[in-house]
Each structure stands twice: as structure tokens, then as C-alpha cells.
């Protein structure tokens, strides 16, 4: 592939991944944000993001040479050559109203395709990604495609551990909770940071494993939420904007997103939110996994592109089971009941002695 910029316009030619096809964006000079060379700079998890069109809800980028991988994202002048039908090699199914999703691997790249929303070109590194959006996506659903579901899987395509995870940060710590769609793990979320805990994201979260403590890293500050719950966990509605066209739900806009997003903080537990068949009335109850559960949940709620490439899903199940003997992981029963999220705040922070790490640990020696 090849990138270049002339006067302002941003050219990103993905001949081996979209045969021929060509980036073109206009470069917007009145943007606040940082732009190098006619290219918009941002930061997602310690990747820095070269991309042809503002992301808002990312945190500006120093320069592509500050340091980590740099990724370069554009939007394709012309559709995608249809992939043949052998050609597709993985359907995701559209469970709990998520989106439906579909792979191709061919030549240098794959495509991913959201149907009827938007078709993105990935060259076979991550690191070049051309989208085409379909007539009535927005700019708005677009970023969050690319934000909320492409990055993380081309994260995870590069190596890293990716979760499906919502996370706060208490005192100099991180805790976080995975679970099936729908579970409430946003809306937990979201009250913590309602209590004042410091949001590190709604789903997103990069794990690495160190010496005494994981390590997590938010892709990004982000917190989606519908609008039932925005009413019911603030006193003072914040701001908000819409996340894309075909949901209610709205994405608070963070204010701090510098301040969230900057390093990584030790894990301190892991939650996973109970499905409602395990649910049991108005009780709360914390449960403690073994490794191998633990390791599983991991897996369940990690993010994937190829999910055929038996040699990325070796290495991903590795660093789950490390990661595993490692972390406290807990199954979290609670009612879906705004009112009662205070409640299940406070059972979480009464069990504090059980986390990796104490309060008079130093993290930074993790």
C-alpha cells in the first residue's frame, strides 16, 4: 500500500488489499485536532492512528514518531470487489441485536463487512484500513464501527489481548467487567463513573501480563449508554451525541479523555456479569472462578478477526490462561435495577482484600 498527501488532500492507495482502489479526504485545517502532514493524529491504547477524517472521541497524538505503531486509516474512493463465495471465511451472528459481521480473506488483506453499513479493507499487518461506508451511514455510525468494532479486532489481529470489557479506575487500580450483550456491564460502568470513578472505557481494554500484576490499557475513554440509563444514573445529564444512526443509545462525551487514556493501570479483578439464567431474584453475590474458568470467560469476551488462524488463537489462548492464574476473576449476580447499582457498587468494593493488588502496593513496579 501506499500513503502520501498532496495539498491538503490525503491519498492512501490499497492496491493489495482493494485492488486499486484510492483514498482521497479532504483534510479539515480548522480541526483542533493534531494533523501532521494533512493527516489527523490520535492515539488508540499505545497505537498512534493516521486517519483522513476527525475522531472526535480519541485523544490527539504528539506525532507519528511518538512512539508504538502507527496505523493509517482513509476511506476508499470506490466500493470493494464483491469477494467470492469461497472467499468468506467467517460469519459473525447478530446476538442481543449486535451487528452482523462477515470476513474475507483474499490476497494481501480481508474484508470486513457490516451489512448494509459499511465495508472496511484491512491489509494483512492491520496497519492500512480503507472503509466504505454504505449511502446512509453517517459519520457518526462510521467512527463507530471503526472505533467500537474494526480497532479492536485488528488489535487483537496484531497480538494483543483485546477484551470486550467496561472499566473504571479505583484509586491507583483498574477493575473490569466482561459478559454477554445486554448483561448490564455498560450500565455498571457507567455508575461507577456516575460515583466518580475515572472512566478508562466501555469496551475496550488491552490486558498484558507482568511480572506481579495484568496490565490494562483502554483503547479509548468511551461510554455508550441508552437513554433510560443516562436518566436514571445522573443527577446532571451530561453531554451526549449520537453513536450512529440505527441505535438510540448515546455516547457520553468525555471530557478527560487525555487524562483516561494515557498509561496503563494494574488490573486488580475481573467481573464476569451472570447471564439471567443465573440470576437469583434481588440477591448480589460475587463468586470466585477457578483458572480455567476464569481462562474461558477471558476467551469468550475477547475480540478476534480471523477466528480460522489456529496460530493467533494458540497465542490468544496462552495469554488468557497466564493471565488467568494471575488475576482474581469473579461470576457478578445482580438485579437489573438502576436503584439497586449503588448496592452492587458497594458489595464489589467490600471485597476489595481479594484483589491482586492492595492498597499500600506501588503499581508502578508492576
Known amino acids: 500500500m501506499d500513503l502520501g498527501c498532496r495539498s491538503g488532500i490525503w491519498v492512501y492507495c490499497t ?6 482502489n484510492l483514498v482521497v479526504a479532504e483534510c479539515d485545517e480548522t480541526s483542533s485536532s493534531r494533523v501532521e502532514h494533512g493527516v489527523y493524529l490520535y492515539r488508540y491504547a499505545d497505537t498512534v492512528v493516521s486517519g483522513a477524517w476527525p475522531l472526535v472521541e480519541l485523544s490527539p497524538a504528539e506525532s ?9 486509516i482513509g476511506i476508499l474512493n470506490a466500493p470493494l470487489s464483491e469477494p ?6 467467517h460469519h459473525w451472528p447478530p446476538e442481543g441485536g449486535g451487528l452482523s459481521l462477515a470476513l474475507s480473506s483474499k490476497g494481501e488483506g480481508f474484508v470486513l463487512r457490516f451489512p448494509g453499513l459499511a465495508d472496511f479493507a484491512i491489509s494483512t499487518d492491520g496497519l492500512q484500513i480503507g472503509a466504505w461506508p454504505a449511502p446512509l451511514t453517517n459519520t457518526e455510525t462510521l467512527r463507530h464501527l471503526l472505533l467500537d468494532q474494526v480497532l479492536p479486532r485488528v488489535l487483537a489481529h496484531q497480538g494483543r489481548l483485546v477484551l470486550h470489557a467496561g472499566a473504571v479506575q479505583v484509586g491507583c487500580q483498574a477493575i473490569a467487567f466482561i459478559g454477554d450483550t445486554g448483561r448490564g456491564k455498560s ?7 456516575a460515583a466518580g470513578f475515572p472512566l478508562l472505557s466501555d ?6 501480563r507482568g511480572d506481579r500484576f495484568t496490565l490494562a490499557l483502554p483503547t479509548y475513554p468511551s461510554l455508550r449508554l441508552w437513554p433510560a440509563a443516562i436518566a436514571s444514573l445522573y443527577a446532571r445529564p451530561p453531554a451526549c451525541a449520537p453513536m450512529a444512526h440505527y441505535s438510540a443509545k ?3 462525551v468525555m471530557t478527560d479523555v487525555a487524562a483516561a487514556a494515557s498509561n496503563p493501570l ?3 479483578a475481573l467481573y464476569v456479569l451472570a447471564s439471567e439464567a443465573k440470576m437469583d431474584g434481588a440477591r448480589i453475590s460475587l463468586t470466585s472462578l477457578s483458572p480455567r474458568e ?3 470467560a477471558i476467551i469468550r469476551n475477547s475480540f478476534q478477526l480471523d477466528v480460522t488462524d489456529a496460530r493467533r488463537a494458540a497465542a490468544m489462548l496462552a495469554t488468557a490462561s497466564r493471565i488467568a492464574q494471575q488475576l482474581p476473576v469473579f461470576t457478578l449476580t445482580f438485579p437489573r435495577d438502576f436503584a439497586r447499582l449503588p448496592d452492587v457498587r458497594d458489595a464489589i468494593l467490600k471485597e476489595r482484600g481479594q484483589w491482586t493488588i492492595s492498597d499500600n502496593d506501588n503499581p508502578v513496579s508492576a
Open 15 to 20: 492496491r493489495s488489499v482493494a485492488e486499486q
Open 64 to 72: 507519528v514518531a511518538s512512539g508504538g505503531t502507527t496505523m493509517a
Open 84 to 89: 467470492a463465495d469461497t472467499d468468506w471465511i
Open 187 to 193: 450500565t455498571l460502568t457507567a455508575s461507577f463513573h
Open 203 to 208: 469496551d475496550g481494554l488491552v490486558l498484558t
Open 250 to 252: 448515546q455516547r457520553v
Open 266 to 268: 494494574p488490573l486488580a
Open 294 to 296: 476464569a481462562c474461558m
